[in-house]
């Protein structure tokens, strides 16, 4: 009926035809034909004054069956028992129209709400303002927002329905704003707002995000009483949720007097996605006291938390709650409950709820080959995708990337080649989420020229594309290139996000890129996303990196959310920068606040402890690895050795070594680096060859440790076969640190020519390092011709490097030559460069004790310096003789003497002496080499006092000990 209906009526001239075929438009005055005409011109339809009359009549049984009709969703038929009362001139009332409205609502059917509409506006002056506000949901809900403001302008008279119906309208078609510009209108009508009313405008607010607005809506709940309403409250905390309103949403929650599911969900969920996992939880807990039963909204939000934050427990105390609300069989929940298992790293627990699922469909087995590949499980994952194209799955986009992300590593790039082989072979076109996938696994797998071949070749490019593409430069180390495409991305417009500034602010931070990371900082700031954790996280480690510690700090310090990131961030920054008391203070402080460390906490620590020789400390911070149970981490024992040997125990630090039940290269590189810093040449090159008989393959790495434990103790011909059988036997090319470590060896041993010849023949250009290890050499074997041709080269490399021009001044010290030497001086302060202070250090009782030449700011400055003076005229009764050549300033002779006993070695060990128990050794660390003359009082003093000293320098170790050094004074 519907159809012939429309069919009939497409042209004015079939009007004839319209009028025989729905009576019921008798005596029509021209404004109503001219409203007909108005509401279905969309549908091309005009009516002319028809000349049929009809009689009011109203049947009960007859609204009764077009109402059931309705009910059915049969609306042609109630259509057409209408047109046939109409025709015999019967009116059935307002219910009968309100029922096919409603109907033609559901059906979204626009063209039959136009047809009913004009039915309407042709029965006569029976209509009112109930079936006008039905219209205006009418017109809504098909979508015709435009209709329903027609209907609402024309409205004779209006109600709270019809303001509320077409501010509903509003929102529901996404004129959010219309809808809140129609609320304001109706407040100055004086109209008052209903519990309805207040739910479709917060619906616009939310929409909007109008929060000023929503605060206006919120008052008037309030003055009203509708805040208590269930709906309008769940709606406030939406809207402030939101709007990063935290504190508001919660504090509206807690006002409401009744709370539904929904209201429990609403604020659980808004915690989730806050990063609130704590306060999720527990309101979680509370909802349970108070009998609310969870939904699976619920326990949606709760298992994501559980998954972001790695809590366990927590999660299967979920799982038993799921089993006993009997939501397990839900395939979803199931679903979820492997992927909660599995970023909690319990891969049994995820494999055993997989296993165990009744039914399987393709999202279970894609969580499944995620958590093997999250988990760097690459076998297994492949394996399970094979088992998944056994069980007929079929396979789309998401799955094939999943596998991708298995395949990021440089040993497994092989398996992501024929993966991407394998989607050519089975046609199946990547979109952007297998193109964006690709893009990830070759950069992460170091193949960043098929990175960029995927990307060039992508039509359509999403943030994920551009971030992927600059995470794969910035990891493979081509910061520049991740730079340059960040500046490309920045042209095409495209919204920037936390991991692009990470990315990017890593490649600044390890070009030390200060400018550029600032200006990141800026845009970051300028973009809204200063708020993001891991984008401060990361602007932190860029000015840390930048040796801006003080910009570093600042940002810590407005940080309104840390995280341990946050915390090791500075902690690593402290300890790169020299401040390794501020890092261990910091670690003290992240502790007292409760913040669990982690591995890279440890490893930072240490480290700091390693830079201070803070022994003491060190084995505190061991303890407490020990008692979080990170000792068995390979990269924790690492650092263990490490520590132990720059604290100068070296034994302990064999000690760790041996009793690692996992070594990688990295462990061994450790111990022999570690050995040559001490002078045990030959304990290291046994080392060397235990390694090679156990099957472990040497890098780069352990040849520089090789070659510096020759050099250390004058292996000149075994540093020569070393350095031969780098590219012989094991296919390494030398680099330039090899080259640097060859020319350190053929130098100490005084081979000078040599060693100039060597670099002369060196398959690359020499650089600064290779310059400035000749200057050392020339300055230990006081040669000035060949010093001072290595200063020129190297002042033409780096001619801001103070420590070059501190050389050559101490070559022309040595030598007498002390007007060379003032111009020496006088160019570094034309150039405003300073030379770093010598200063030597102790550890006492957990309390760094620092000393510079003649230093006299101690508390106990009295006591040392009567105890070096009676240790110097001790000495020089048992043969000690001053060196003056080691003063390096052209004083008197008396002069000479006063500074030469009070260098800050000597000081250091004095107060060593007068804090520390009798026969314990004595550990002096020193930022610059030590000077001959300290070298040989250290010597004499060991043999009076009856103890070990310790002494490390910027070179190397040195074990004093009954009048003798271990370096046998070849250092």
Request: hydrophobic share 40%; with cysteine; aromatic share 8%.
């Amino acid at each position: 009926m519907i159809g012939l209906l429309f069919q009939t009526l497409r042209c004015r001239s079939n009007f004839r035809i319209f009028s025989a075929t729905i009576p019921g438009f008798g005596s029509l005055s021209q404004s109503k034909i001219s409203r007909i005409n108005n509401v279905m011109h969309a549908s091309r339809l005009s009516v002319a004054q028809p000349q049929i009359h009809r009689d009011n009549v109203s049947f009960l049984d007859i609204s009764e069956d077009i109402y059931t009709l309705c009910k059915q969703g049969k609306l042609t038929e109630a259509l057409h028992i209408l047109y046939e009362m109409d025709q015999q001139g019967i009116w059935l009332g307002c219910r009968t129209y309100s029922n096919l409205l409603q109907e033609c609502a559901k059906l979204k059917s626009v063209a039959n709400a136009k047809l009913l509409h004009a039915h309407i506006i042709g029965s006569g002056d029976k209509t009112d303002i109930y079936i006008d506000n039905g219209l205006i949901n009418m017109y809504s809900k098909c979508g015709d927002v435009m209709s329903a403001r027609l209907v609402f302008d024309q409205m004779l008279e209006t109600d709270i329905v019809s303001w509320t119906s077409m501010i509903a309208g509003y929102g529901q078609n996404e004129r959010n704003e219309d809808a809140l510009k129609l609320f304001c209108r109706m407040l100055c009508a004086g109209i008052k707002p209903g519990l309805f009313t207040f739910t479709a405008v917060l619906r616009a607010c939310l929409s909007h995000m109008a929060f000023g607005l929503g605060k206006t809506v919120h008052a008037l709940a309030v003055k009203t009483g509708m805040e208590l309403d269930v709906s309008v409250g769940n709606g406030l905390v939406v809207l402030y949720a939101k709007c990063m309103k935290i504190e508001d949403a919660r504090q509206v929650f807690e006002e409401m007097n009744e709370r539904d599911s929904a209201s429990w969900n609403i604020m659980i969920v808004t915690y989730a996605q806050h990063g609130f996992e704590k306060e999720a939880l527990n309101l979680f807990c509370v909802m349970q006291h108070e009998n609310i039963t969870p939904t699976h909204i619920s326990f949606v939000s709760i298992l994501t938390i559980c998954a972001s934050s790695g809590a366990l427990q927590e999660g299967k105390q979920i799982h038993a709650h799921i089993i006993k609300k009997g939501f397990e069989l839900h395939t979803f929940v199931l679903n979820l409950l492997v992927t909660m298992y599995s970023k909690c790293g319990s891969l049994d627990d995820a494999r055993n709820m997989f296993d165990k699922m009744p039914e399987r469909d393709k999202i279970a087995w894609t969580a499944m080959i995620a958590t093997y590949a999250q988990n760097d499980y690459t076998k297994e994952a492949l394996e399970l995708f094979v088992q998944m194209q056994e069980a007929d799955m079929k396979l789309d986009e998401v799955t094939l990337a999943t596998v991708l992300t298995a395949c990021g590593s440089p040993e497994t790039l092989q398996h992501g080649k024929e993966m991407h082989a394998y989607m050519v072979k089975v046609t199946v076109e990547p979109g952007i989420y297998g193109e964006n996938a690709l893009v990830t696994m070759y950069g992460k797998a170091g193949s960043i020229e098929s990175a960029r071949k995927v990307f060039d070749r992508m039509q359509n490019r999403d943030r994920i594309s551009w971030n992927a593409m600059i995470a794969g430069y910035w990891q493979t180390g081509n910061d520049e290139e991740a730079l340059k495409l960040f500046q490309l991305m920045l042209q095409t417009g495209m919204e920037l996000d936390h991991i692009t500034f990470t990315c990017v602010l890593g490649a600044c931070a390890n070009l030390e890129a200060l400018e550029w990371g600032s200006l990141v900082h800026a845009t970051i700031i300028k973009v809204g996303c200063a708020l993001n954790v891991p984008a401060s996280n990361a602007i932190i480690t860029m000015y840390a990196k930048c040796r801006r510690i003080e910009a570093a700090q600042k940002m810590f310090q407005t940080l309104s959310s840390r995280d341990l990131i946050s915390w090791n961030a500075m902690i690593t920054g402290y300890e790169q920068n020299g401040y390794g008391e501020d890092a261990l203070k910091f670690m003290c402080q992240m502790q007292r606040l409760g913040m669990k460390s982690n591995v890279y906490t440890f490893i930072s620590v240490l480290s700091s402890c390693a830079s201070l020789a803070a022994l003491e400390q060190g084995k505190q911070v061991c303890a407490c690895i020990i008692k979080t149970g990170f000792y068995s981490e390979v990269s924790v024992g690492n650092t263990l050795v490490t520590m132990y040997a720059k604290c100068g125990k070296i034994e302990d630090s064999r000690m760790v070594f041996d009793k690692m039940a996992n070594k990688n290269v990295i462990t061994w590189n450790a111990m022999i680096a570690r050995y040559a810093q001490h002078g045990y040449g030959m304990e290291a090159l046994r080392l060397f060859e235990e390694m090679q008989s156990l099957g472990i393959k040497p890098d780069q790495i352990t040849f520089i440790g090789v070659l510096s434990a020759c050099s250390h103790v004058g292996l000149l011909d075994e540093g020569r076969c070393y350095f031969n059988s780098m590219r012989c036997d094991h296919g390494i090319t030398p680099t330039v640190e090899h080259y640097a470590c060859m020319v350190d060896l053929f130098g100490r041993a005084g081979r000078l020519e040599e060693a100039e010849e060597f670099i002369q023949k060196m398959p690359f250009p020499p650089g600064a390092l290779m310059w400035r290890t000749l200057l050392g050499a020339c300055r230990i074997h006081g040669n000035i011709e060949m010093g001072e041709r290595a200063a020129e080269h190297l002042l033409e490399v780096e001619p801001r490097d103070a420590a070059s021009y501190v050389l050559l001044s101490n070559i022309y010290a040595s030598a007498g030559r002390w007007d060379d030497r003032a111009k020496v001086i006088k160019m570094m302060k034309d150039r405003d460069l300073k030379k770093e202070p010598g200063r030597s250090w102790i550890e006492v009782k957990n309390r760094i004790h620092s000393f510079v030449t003649e230093d006299r700011s101690h508390p106990q400055t009295t006591d040392i310096y009567a105890k070096l003076d009676d240790l110097m005229s001790k000495i020089k009764q048992v043969g000690y003789l001053p060196d003056m050549n080691f003063v390096l300033h052209d004083v008197e002779e008396e002069k000479k003497h006063y500074s030469l006993c009070h260098h800050s070695e000597k000081l250091a060990i004095s107060f060593g002496l007068i804090s520390t128990p009798s026969g314990t050794s004595i550990r002096i660390m020193k930022n610059l080499r030590v000077c001959g003359d300290c070298h040989t009082a250290t010597k004499f003093i060991s043999k009076i006092v009856g103890r070990e000293i310790i002494l490390r320098d910027s070179n190397r170790f040195h074990h004093f000990k009954d009048g003798l050094c271990s370096c046998r004074d070849y250092w």
